[in-house]
């Protein structure tokens, strides 16, 4: 019997020494289920977080999207723009050349008649010959002279515009 005993004490130590094992592996398997369970809730939450973070890329994609329409939009009408303002400038160039006052046209002339005599002395040579006694009376000054062009892409000499300074006649005593 004392070897049933001592059989008896033995178990008895190896089983208290197995359920000793036995509850610290439960312990660590409740903790490892805590953990896991703590590890489950963040990941949730990661998961709802980059969900809503790929939802606000989206919108700041469209919303990227829509600003580069609006400034291609705006570019194109900048573009346009300076196209009609040049077109305008244009427009006004020419109304301008054909509103200038002139008093006097001389029409159908030759360059290389303008070349050799010169604005100037071409208009008071017209003068002198047609109109002798005006000539003698007035001292005619010429305030501007310029040519027209014939095209406006072509800067040919066509008509002489001739524009004299407004003076008054004073009469002799």
């Given at each position: 019997?004392?070897?049933?005993?001592?059989?008896?004490?033995?178990?008895?130590?190896?089983?208290?020494?197995?359920?000793?094992?036995?509850?610290?592996?439960?312990?660590?398997?409740?903790?490892?289920?805590?953990?896991?369970?703590?590890?489950?809730?963040?990941?949730?939450?990661?998961?709802?977080?980059?969900?809503?973070?790929?939802?606000?890329?989206?919108?700041?994609?469209?919303?990227?999207?829509?600003?580069?329409?609006?400034?291609?939009?705006?570019?194109?009408?900048?573009?346009?723009?300076?196209?009609?303002?040049?077109?305008?400038?244009?427009?006004?160039?020419?109304?301008?050349?054909?509103?200038?006052?002139?008093?006097?046209?001389?029409?159908?002339?030759?360059?290389?008649?303008?070349?050799?005599?010169?604005?100037?002395?071409?208009?008071?040579?017209?003068?002198?010959?047609?109109?002798?006694?005006?000539?003698?009376?007035i001292n005619i000054q010429v305030q501007e002279g310029y040519k027209t062009p014939f095209d406006p892409k072509k800067i040919t000499s066509r008509h002489l515009r001739i524009k004299l300074p407004k003076s008054r006649i004073k009469k002799g005593s």
């Amino acid at each position: 019997m004392e070897k049933y005993n001592e059989i008896q004490d033995d178990t008895e130590k190896e089983f208290r020494i197995l359920s000793d094992k036995f509850h610290k592996e439960i312990k660590i398997i409740e903790k490892n289920q805590a953990e896991i369970l703590e590890l489950k809730n963040a990941t949730d939450i990661l998961k709802n977080a980059s969900g809503l973070l790929i939802a606000e890329l989206i919108k700041k994609k469209k919303e990227l999207v829509s600003l580069k329409a609006d400034h291609l939009k705006i570019h194109s009408q900048r573009r346009q723009k300076k196209k009609r303002i040049k077109k305008n400038e244009a427009c006004l160039l020419g109304l301008e050349n054909s509103l200038k006052r002139t008093n006097l046209r001389v029409v159908g002339l030759k360059e290389e008649v303008e070349k050799e005599e010169g604005i100037e002395s071409l208009f008071k040579g017209i003068i002198s010959k047609n109109f002798p006694n005006l000539e003698k009376d007035i001292n005619i000054q010429v305030q501007e002279g310029y040519k027209t062009p014939f095209d406006p892409k072509k800067i040919t000499s066509r008509h002489l515009r001739i524009k004299l300074p407004k003076s008054r006649i004073k009469k002799g005593s």
